[in-house]
């Protein structure tokens, strides 16, 4: 019986170093596990983020808590700007952080840049975002123009741009 | 020493189940018997989320996937749907088990890709429910996305009720 409990400690033990690992120390998430820190190098923003539209998800760390978070989100590079896309069903944990502090850093490539996130609230801008945003996301066309419902779900989107000196939360 | 690795080699097994997916986390088979899928699923519609119990063999594999109703049938739908194994368990085994609302239901996924009408019905849905927002027209982008094309490849079914006497009723967990 000692033998089992011994057998159980050491498994949840392994568990929870694990877990500890990938959420402290990897350098990012980890399979669904989302990371602390990001290790990548630290790089000035480029002109036009066209080039990170090729990556499926964007891996950005938001530091608004006490512990660092890092995890994998839907993106769009539009018109040369990166836009963050953070829909309501995923839970509002990354928007509530950007609501604190809305820096953010971005790795692509292994090169981290230092972003801060600016709601997008305009109706045109939104509307002009969505087309190229559902198309990319969901595989879905749209035609004509474009209306809120005002119910259900939501999409929050965000522009990320330089951070202007003392920027910040 | 025996009973030391059952009990360790238990605790992992019930990490990854018998008992559905947890939050991002896949899970193993849903405990518990399953009515079959009414044929108005619009009680489903309020949900964002649901959870699907799919076959491959004697392995069971539960994960949480998007859905909506349209004209009262439920659909669910994924994205880079060939990486998915729901998705290529579903294809090679129609059977599913749906956790809705907390309660079981059995059905058949049946993929739609022929009526542009269905389509384009589920597309606007899809962007009323997930995205807030409605449109004039939209229609999903079929098949896989060609080189230099960033789009997801979107695959949709329409959940059925299970096919069978008695409409499957009550089918076990396993």
Known sequence: MRKAALALVALLLLLGGGFAWARLLAGGPVGPIPGGRLHGEPAAAPADWS????????LVE????TLPWSGRVW????????HLLLPSFFGDGLKRRLDDDPRLRVEIDGQVYEQVAVPVRDDAALADLLAPV????????????????GQGADLWAYRLEDPSPGSGG | MT???????????????PWGPKGIF?????????EPLPADASFADPEPLIGIETRSGWLRHSVT???????????VMARHAPTKRWVRDVVADPRVRLEIGGRLYAGRAVRVDGSADEDARIARAFLRKYVGVDVDAARFLAGAPEAGDDHAEIWSFRIDPPAGPHGGRSEGAS
């Open chain 1, 51 to 58: 080039f990170a539209n090729r990556e499926p998800y964007l």
């Open chain 1, 62 to 65: 938001s530091d608004a808590w």
């Open chain 1, 75 to 82: 993106f769009l590079a539009h018109e040369g700007r990166l």
């Open chain 1, 134 to 149: 559902v198309r990319r996301q969901f595989a879905i066309e749209i035609e004509g123009s474009v209306r809120r419902v």
């Open chain 2, 3 to 17: 009973r030391a690795w059952f009990l360790a080699l238990a605790t992992l097994l019930c990490a990854c189940g």
């Open chain 2, 26 to 34: 896949a899970g193993g088979p849903y405990l518990g018997a399953a």
């Open chain 2, 65 to 75: 996937i998007l859905c909506l109703v349209s004209e009262g049938r439920l659909y």
